[in-house]
């Protein structure tokens, strides 16, 4: 019985490793998403995704448009505001303007929406593409969390928040 007791405890010790593992690696799951990639996206559209980026690690301010704090929908209004494209305000406005197209078209510049909130599938956050490779879409976004940064539709997450995209120009 002595013998028997440190072989029970080695074996479950090993079988809750390998149950932790294999639970981390369901929250890395990516998904691939379906993209016409032969489009070649505008110099316009190109010039504005290079300017978002400028604010890249910017920290999340409701409300905010300028480097000391910004939100996801002031992120968007200011990069097209300074290429004389005005856009409404709030992501509630955003979310109807321009046109809406599928996600198997979305290119460098389109806005894509998503709902966040649990149970939910009212639009409450936008992003601007930045990035369309085979498989895997790319968005500009400001997040409440760790501010402005790049995230992808690929990751799970975002991938079932997704709700819709628009060509705004």
């Not at 639970?23 to 978002?52: D, F, G, L, M």
């Not at 078209?105 to 085979?134: M, Q, W, Y």
């Amino acid at each position: 019985m002595k013998r028997l007791l440190p072989f029970l405890f080695l074996t479950l010790f090993i079988v809750s490793c390998k149950s932790k593992k294999t639970a981390s690696s369901k929250n890395r799951q990516t998904h691939s998403v379906k993209v016409n990639t032969t489009a070649k996206p505008t110099a316009e559209a190109e010039s504005i995704v290079k300017y978002a980026k400028t604010f890249s690690g910017t920290r999340y301010k409701y409300g905010g448009t300028t480097k000391k704090g910004m939100d996801c929908s002031g992120l968007i209004h200011t990069s097209y505001k300074k290429y004389d494209v005005n856009l409404p305000r709030t992501t509630s406005t955003l979310k109807s303007t321009g046109d809406w197209i599928d996600l198997k078209e979305v290119n460098v510049g389109d806005l894509v929406f998503f709902a966040t909130k649990k149970n939910s599938r009212n639009v409450n956050h936008v992003g601007i593409v930045t990035s369309v490779r085979p498989g895997n879409v790319e968005f500009l976004h400001a997040s409440s969390s760790r501010g402005v940064m790049i995230s992808s539709l690929a990751e799970k997450y975002w991938y079932f928040s997704f709700v819709q995209a628009r060509r705004v120009l």
